[in-house]
């Protein structure tokens, strides 16, 4: 069974850093791309970041260019979102998710069955 699991998140100050972690299991990422989705209260599911199966392709949603920086290793099996220069406008739910895409990254931030996510992880800005 796939499974993701997201870690890492929690309580920062505006302009604080996190980074957020998401573990595979039962399968292995080689051949999948990763992204971040993140949905706040009353709010749209939102595209944050892709990163190819193998990590060469990388896409950013306007919101986040230039503050967060998604990597990963597939040796751990593992993916990440490294957030810096956090603002309350980012306090959502982050979820990491797989799609099944050789050294390619979705066109589109909708409209793509993704094969696993995970169950979230909380981030809140909050001075």
């Known amino acids: 069974q796939l499974q993701l699991v997201e870690s890492g998140g929690g309580l920062v100050q505006p302009g604080g850093s996190l980074r957020l972690s998401c573990a595979a299991s039962g399968f292995t990422l080689d051949h999948y791309a990763i992204g971040w989705f993140r949905q706040a209260p009353g709010k749209e599911r939102e595209g944050v970041s892709y990163i190819s199966s193998s990590g060469r392709a990388t896409k950013y949603g306007d919101s986040v260019k230039g503050r967060f920086t998604i990597s990963r290793d597939n040796a751990k099996n593992t993916a990440y979102l490294q957030m810096n220069n956090l603002e309350p406008e980012d306090t959502a739910v982050y979820y990491c998710?797989?799609?099944?895409?050789?050294?390619?990254?979705?066109?589109?931030?909708?409209?793509?069955?993704?094969?696993?996510w995970g169950q979230g992880t909380q981030v809140t800005v909050s001075s």
């Open positions: 998710a797989a799609i099944e895409l050789v050294d390619m990254i979705p066109i589109q931030w909708d409209g793509y069955v993704h094969d696993a």
